[in-house]
C-alpha cells in the first residue's frame, strides 16, 4: 500500500523512557542518520544524575530531544511535535513540555497497574482514547498506542534470548518506526548495531532484526498513515560530521597540542559533565597525550601545572565545584605565569546541584574566585562544535600570555550534538610556545636569565623550562621582582606586579578580532535596531532564534555574541553605547549584566533562567519583543512572539 | 666529594639513568654552584641550615647536569629551600607539592625531581597528595622535614606533635594523636622509606644518596629542630649520653641492635619478633645470652634487617618502635626499599608504544582524527 508523503521543514523528536531503556542510543543513532541524510539538526540530551534510578519512576526517565530541518536551524527546540515514550513515568514526564496537535508515540506495553502506580498515575491514560472527552489527559494529543515491547520480543525469538535480553531490544524497534516515519537512511545504524554488538552474534541479529521490524511495521500498519519527508538542509561545502561539546572539545585540545608541537599533559578527577574529556584524550596516546587521573581536583590542577613548567600544554578539565577546589592553585599558575588550560563544563549549582543539568552560574566564579588581584582570561564557545575553535584559541592565549586560561562550556554543550564543518588543519592557528634559550639580562660574566622580565607588547614573561642550561631559576607563589624575579616584599614592587599581571590580561583584547553584531536591518553598522541583544556561551542557539522571531514579526534587533568575557573586544563598549537598550540573557541570576554594568555603565535588561535546561526561544522572543516594542515607543500584543497553540508551527523560524 | 656510610643497601635500577651527566672530562661541580645568591633566611640554629648544606654539598656527586634538577616545595619554613639551590625550582602552594612534582617527573624523563616539604606541609593539608604520589610510586624524592611543630605560623602543634602538647592552639593540650610518617609511608607502601636526622651530615648524606639512586618515589623523614618553637624535641637522640640507647639504626643484612655497648664493644640492645603481638620488641641482649653468656647466642635471636623484602610487615613493625611522645626512641636508616614499576616509566611507556604504532604525521593524524567514520560532504 502507498502512502501519503507530506513534506515539513522541520521536526522536533523526543525519545523518552527509563534509565536503562537505551534513549540516548536511540537519539545518537536518529541525529546521526538525520546528520547523514544532510540535515542541519541540533540535539538535547536530558538524563538523571542517578545511573540507574528505580525502573519506572519519574526518577529514572531520561530523555533525548533532536530538532532536525531543511534549512540552518540553531536550537535543539522548544517543545516537541512527537514524543517516544517508553513507560508511564516517561509519558507523565514529558507530556506537560507538548504543545497541542503534537503525535505521542506510547509503547503500551509497561501500562500496568504497578508502573501506572510508579508513574503516579491513579488511572491509565491511555483508557477510553476513541472518545477522549475535554480534560482527558491525553485529548489534544495525535496519540499512537503501539505494542513496542510485545512486537520486538515477537520478532526477535529466533534468536532464543532470554525474554528481558529481547525486549531489551524495543528501543531498535522504536527508532526503526521512526527512521520510517521520516524516511532516514538506515545502513548507517545496522553498520554500527553489527559492530557494537560484534561479540554477542545473538544480541546483534535481534538488534538488527528489531530495527528493520520497525521499519516494515510502520511501512504496513494502517496506523501510521503518513510518512514525513525533511529535505535536507542547504550548508556551506564542505566535509561535516555529527559532534558532541565534549568530543569537539577534546579534539580541539589534541589540534592545540599538534599546532604548538607541545605534548598535552591532562591532570583531572571525574566529574559530570566533564568526564568525557578525559576519556577522549586518554585514548590519544599516539598524539603524546598524557592523561592523568588524580585523586582530586587539587592534585589534577597541580599535576599540570608542573607539566607546564616542564614544557607541557597543562589541561585540567572540571565542572564548578572543581573549579572551587582547584581556585588556590589556578593563582599559583596567575602568579607563576605559566600556561595552563582550565576547562569548566559547567552544570547546575552551587554545591553539588545538578549534575547532569546546564547554567551558566559560574562565570563570576571564573572570573573572580580566587583571592587577591588574580585577573584569568575567559572564552567561551557557543555551539558544540565551536568547542574546538574555543580550545585552540584558549591553547593560543595560555602559551601566548603565559597565563591560565578558563574556558567556560556548558551539560548543553557538551552533551547535545549539531553538524560541524570539518576544518583544514593548515586553516588552524600555529601556536609559538617561543621557549627561552638564552639569557637575557646582563652581558658577559653577567648575563642572567630574568624570569620576569617582560615582552614589551604583550608583557608575557620568557617560560624557560628545566633542561635548559644557564636559565635556572625559581619561581613560586609568593610575590616577585618585578624583572629578576627574587621574593619581593617592597611595597611599590607588589602595587606594579598587580598591576602588570592586569594589564598583562587587558592587553589579550589586542589580538582579538572586532566583534560581529547582526542586523540585518541595514548595511553593518547602519541597522535600525534599537535594542541589541547580548550573550555568551551556550545561549547562542536560543537567542539567534528568538531574533529570528522577533525580525519575522517585521521588528528589528540587533545580536551579537561574546566569545571573550576577560578581556572584553576593544570594541564592545562603542558597540553597547549605540544602542538604547541592551538584553543579556543568561542561564544565571545576571552575571554578565553585572560585569557590563560595572564595565561600560550601560543598563542592561537581564533575561535569566536557571532552571538547569536551555533558554526556550519562544520565551526569549516574548521578552526581546516586549522590550523591542518597548524601546521603539509600539503597542503590540507580545503573544505574536510567543507560543503558537498548534503543532508544528512552535519551531523556530527559518531566518529570511 | 661527601663521605657516606654503608646502609648495606644495593642499587637497583637507577632513579637517575635518563638524567643526562656531565660531559665526560667536565670539571667536577661543586657545592657552591649548587648554591643561589638568595640569602638564606632561616631562624639562627634551625636544623634547615644543615640540611642545606648537606644537599649543597651532596648535589655534586650525584653528576648531573645541574639544569635538569628540579626542587619543588609546598608551604612552610623548610618549603623556602629551592630558593637557596641554583637549579630549577618552584615553591607553590601548601601540600600541593607531590601533585606539581607529579605532572613534572611524568612529563619529563630527563629531570631529576626533589620534592622538599614539612610535617604539616606533607602530612596534614596535603597528607592525600603524599599517600596518592607513593602509591603511584612516580619517580621522585621527598624530603620530609619533621620538626614535631608548625614553624611559619609561629607555634601550632603539628600532626606529628605529640599527644597533649602545649602550644598556642592548644593551652590545656593537644587532643590529636601524631602520625608516624614512616608508619603512613609504608602503609602506603612506598618503595623507599628511610629516615634520618638534620645534624648527622654522614647518615643524611648515605640516606640521600641511597634515595636518589631509587627509582620510584624515596620518602626520607628528617628528623629536623625547631630551636624557637620546639627546641630540644630530639635530643634524646641526639646527645651524646643518651643516643646510643635512643636510635635504633637500621642496616640492611644486619641484625637490628643498638644500645649503649658494653665492655667488648657488642651492642646491649636488639630487637626480636614478638610472637605475643605479631610485631617486634626492643630487648636487652643480656636476656638473649642464655646460660653460657654467648653474644652470638643473642645476635641470632635478633631480627636481620631485610630492606628488600615485598612484604613492609616487618618494616612496618620495626617503625612502630618509634616513640609517638617525646622522642626516646627511634630506628633510623632506609626502612624498605623494593623495586616496582614507576607511574611515570609505564606512563611514557603507553605513550611510546602508542606513538610507535600511529603511522603518519601528527597533522594527517589529526585530519583522521576529527574526521572520523560518519562524514557526509556538501558541495
Redesign the interface.
Known amino acids: 500500500m502507498s502512502k501519503q508523503v507530506k513534506q515539513l521543514d522541520r521536526v522536533i523528536i523526543r525519545f523518552a523512557g527509563d534509565s536503562g531503556d537505551g534513549m540516548q542510543l536511540t537519539g545518537d543513532r536518529f541525529t546521526s542518520e538525520s546528520a547523514v541524510f544532510g540535515n542541519d539538526l541540533m540535539t538535547l540530551p536530558n538524563f538523571p544524575a542517578e545511573i540507574r534510578a528505580p525502573a519506572g519512576t519519574m526518577a529514572g526517565v531520561s530523555s533525548f530531544q533532536v530538532h532536525f530541518a531543511d534549512h540552518d536551524i540553531l536550537t535543539a527546540g522548544d517543545a516537541p511535535d512527537v514524543l517516544v515514550a517508553m513507560n508511564p513515568a516517561a509519558l507523565r514526564a514529558n507530556l506537560g513540555d507538548l504543545p497541542k496537535g503534537a503525535t505521542v508515540i506510547v509503547d503500551t506495553h509497561d501500562f500496568t497497574k504497578r508502573n501506572l502506580d510508579k508513574a503516579g498515575y491513579t488511572a491509565n491514560p491511555l483508557d477510553s482514547l476513541g472518545d477522549a472527552a475535554p480534560g482527558h489527559p491525553m485529548a489534544d494529543f495525535n496519540v499512537h498506542t503501539v505494542d513496542l515491547t510485545g512486537m520486538t520480543v515477537e520478532a526477535v525469538k529466533e534468536y532464543g534470548l532470554s525474554r528481558k535480553d529481547a525486549a531489551r531490544a524495543k528501543n531498535m524497534f522504536a527508532l526503526g518506526l521512526l527512521s520510517w516515519m521520516y524516511g532516514r537512511p538506515t545502513e548507517g545504524t545496522e553498520a554500527f548495531l553489527a559492530k557494537r554488538f560484534a561479540k554477542v552474534p545473538d544480541i546483534r541479529d535481534a538488534n538488527i532484526t528489531a530495527f528493520k521490524t520497525g521499519w516494515n511495521y510502520g511501512e504496513t500498519t494502517e496506523a501510521f498513515a503518513v510518512q514525513y519527508e525533511i529535505k535536507p538542509a542547504e550548508m556551506t561545502a564542505g566535509t561535516y560530521r555529527n559532534i558532541t561539546g565534549n568530543l569537539a572539545l577534546s579534539y580541539g585540545l589534541v589540534a592545540a597540542g599538534v599546532q604548538s608541537g607541545l605534548p598535552v599533559f591532562l591532570g583531572s578527577y571525574p566529574i559530570t559533565p566533564a568526564s568525557d574529556i578525559l576519556h577522549e584524550l586518554s585514548k590519544h596516546k599516539s598524539f603524546g597525550v598524557t592523561t592523568l587521573q588524580a585523586e582530586d581536583e587539587i592534585a589534577g590542577v597541580g599535576a599540570a601545572i608542573g607539566a607546564s613548567f616542564a614544557g607541557s600544554l597543562g589541561v585540567t578539565t572540571t565542572s564548578g565545584p572543581g573549579i572551587a577546589l582547584k581556585s588556590e592553585a589556578i593563582g599559583l599558575a596567575v602568579m607563576t605565569e605559566l600556561p595552563l588550560l582550565v576547562i569548566d563544563v559547567q552544570r547546575g549549582g552551587p554545591s553539588t546541584g545538578l549534575p547532569t543539568k546546564t547554567e551558566q552560574a559560574d562565570l563570576l566564579q571564573a572570573m573572580f574566585g580566587r583571592n587577591g588581584e588574580a585577573p584569568v582570561p575567559i572564552v567561551a564557545p557557543q555551539s558544540p562544535g565551536d568547542c574546538f575553535t574555543a580550545a585552540l584559541e584558549a591553547a593560543r592565549i595560555a602559551i601566548t600570555y603565559r597565563t591560565p586560561v578558563m574556558l567556560l562550556s556548558d551539560g548543553y554543550l557538551a552533551n547535545g550534538s549539531e553538524p560541524w564543518k570539518i576544518p583544514e588543519i593548515a586553516d588552524l592557528p600555529v601556536i609559538d610556545p617561543d621557549f627561552a634559550t638564552t639569557t637575557n639580562h646582563g652581558e658577559g660574566d653577567d648575563a642572567e636569565f630574568w624570569p620576569y622580565l617582560r615582552d614589551e607588547d604583550t608583557l608575557a614573561r620568557p617560560w624557560a623550562i628545566p633542561g635548559t642550561p644557564g636559565l635556572e631559576h625559581r619561581i613560586g607563589g609568593l610575590e616577585k621582582g618585578q624583572g629578576h624575579g627574587n621574593i619581593s616584599y617592597d611595597p611599590a614592587n607588589h602595587d606594579l606586579m598587580v598591576r602588570t599581571r592586569a594589564a598583562k590580561i587587558a592587553r589579550i583584547a589586542d589580538s582579538l578580532p572586532p566583534l560581529e553584531v547582526d542586523d540585518p536591518s541595514g548595511p553593518p553598522g547602519q541597522g535600525k535596531a534599537k535594542v541589541l541583544v547580548l550573550g555568551w556561551g551556550s545561549t547562542y542557539g536560543p537567542i539567534g532564534a528568538a531574533c529570528r522571531r522577533v525580525r519575522r514579526a517585521g521588528y528589528h534587533v540587533a545580536q551579537t555574541h561574546l566569545r571573550h568575557l576577560n578581556p572584553f573586544p576593544h570594541d564592545l563598549g562603542e558597540i553597547l553605547a549605540r544602542y538604547d537598550k541592551v538584553m543579556v540573557p543568561e542561564m544565571n541570576l545576571g552575571q554578565l549584566a553585572l560585569l557590563l554594568r560595572g564595565t561600560y555603565l550601560v543598563d542592561a535588561v537581564g533575561f535569566n533562567q536557571v532552571n538547569g535546561m536551555p533558554i526556550k526561544a519562544a520565551d526569549l522572543a516574548e521578552a526581546l519583543g516586549t522590550l523591542v516594542a518597548e524601546t521603539e515607543g509600539i503597542d503590540l500584543d507580545p503573544a505574536v512572539f510567543s507560543h503558537p497553540t498548534t503543532a508544528p508551527a512552535d519551531h523556530e523560524e527559518a531566518p529570511r | 666529594m661527601s663521605t657516606t656510610t654503608d646502609l648495606g643497601v644495593p642499587a637497583l635500577r637507577s632513579g637517575t639513568e635518563s638524567v643526562?651527566t656531565l660531559d665526560a672530562g667536565a670539571p667536577a661541580q661543586t657545592g657552591k654552584e649548587f648554591t643561589?645568591d638568595?640569602e638564606v633566611r632561616w631562624c639562627p640554629g634551625c636544623g634547615d641550615y644543615a640540611v642545606l648544606k648537606a644537599v649543597q654539598s651532596f648535589l655534586p656527586d650525584l653528576g648531573l647536569?645541574?639544569?635538569?634538577?628540579?626542587f619543588?616545595?609546598g608551604?612552610g619554613c623548610s618549603s623556602r629551600f629551592?630558593?637557596y639551590l641554583?637549579?630549577?625550582?618552584?615553591?607553590?602552594?601548601?601540600g600541593?607539592a607531590?601533585?606539581?612534582?607529579?605532572?613534572?617527573?611524568?612529563?619529563?624523563e630527563?629531570?631529576n625531581v626533589w620534592v622538599v616539604t614539612g610535617d604539616g606541609d606533607a602530612l596534614s593539608i596535603g597528607g592525600?597528595?603524599l599517600i596518592?604520589a607513593l602509591r603511584r610510586n612516580v619517580n621522585m624524592t621527598i624530603l620530609l622535614f619533621n620538626n614535631r611543630i608548625y614553624g611559619l605560623t609561629k607555634g601550632q602543634y603539628s600532626p606529628t606533635s605529640e599527644a597533649g602538647k602545649i602550644t598556642k592552639s592548644t593551652p590545656m593540650g593537644s587532643l590529636d594523636h601524631p602520625f608516624n610518617p614512616v608508619s603512613l609511608a609504608l602503609g602506603a607502601e612506598a618503595s623507599f622509606v628511610a629516615r634520618t636526622i638534620d645534624s648527622d651530615r654522614k647518615h643524611l648524606t648515605s640516606v640521600l644518596a641511597a634515595a636518589a639512586a631509587h627509582r620510584g618515589t624515596s620518602l626520607v623523614e628528617i628528623y629536623q629542630n625547631c630551636p624557637i618553637f620546639n627546641d630540644g624535641a630530639f635530643d634524646a637522640i641526639k646527645d651524646r649520653d643518651t643516643k646510643d640507647n635512643a636510635l635504633i639504626p637500621l642496616v640492611h643484612g644486619q641484625p637490628v641492635t643498638y644500645g649503649v655497648p658494653d665492655a667488648d664493644n657488642n651492642p646491649t640492645k636488639g630487637v626480636i619478633r614478638d610472637p605475643s603481638t605479631g610485631g617486634v620488641k626492643a630487648v636487652d641482649l643480656a636476656d638473649l645470652h642464655g646460660e653460657d653468656g654467648d653474644h652470638q647466642t643473642a645476635l641470632d635471636q635478633l631480627i636481620v634487617h631485610d630492606a628488600h623484602n615485598p612484604d613492609p610487615s616487618t618494616a612496618f613493625a620495626i617503625s612502630r618502635l618509634t616513640d609517638s611522645g617525646y622522642l626516646n626512641t627511634s630506628p633510623i636508616g632506609i626502612f624498605r626499599q623494593v623495586q616496582r614499576p614507576t607511574y611515570d616509566d609505564q606512563?611514557r611507556a603507553?605513550?611510546r608504544s602508542?606513538?610507535d604504532?600511529?603511522p603518519g604525521t601528527?597533522?594527517d593524524?589529526?585530519?583522521t582524527?576529527?574526521?572520523?567514520t560518519?562524514?557526509?560532504?556538501?558541495?
Open positions: 643526562p643561589s638568595q647536569r645541574r639544569e635538569n634538577i628540579v619543588v616545595s608551604i629551592p630558593y641554583d637549579t630549577y625550582g618552584m615553591h607553590s602552594i601548601h600541593r607531590p601533585s606539581i612534582a607529579t605532572g613534572i617527573a611524568t612529563a619529563r630527563d629531570l592525600n597528595h596518592h606512563a603507553q605513550i602508542s606513538q604504532a600511529a601528527p597533522t593524524r589529526l585530519t582524527l576529527i574526521n572520523g560518519d562524514t557526509w560532504t556538501v558541495v
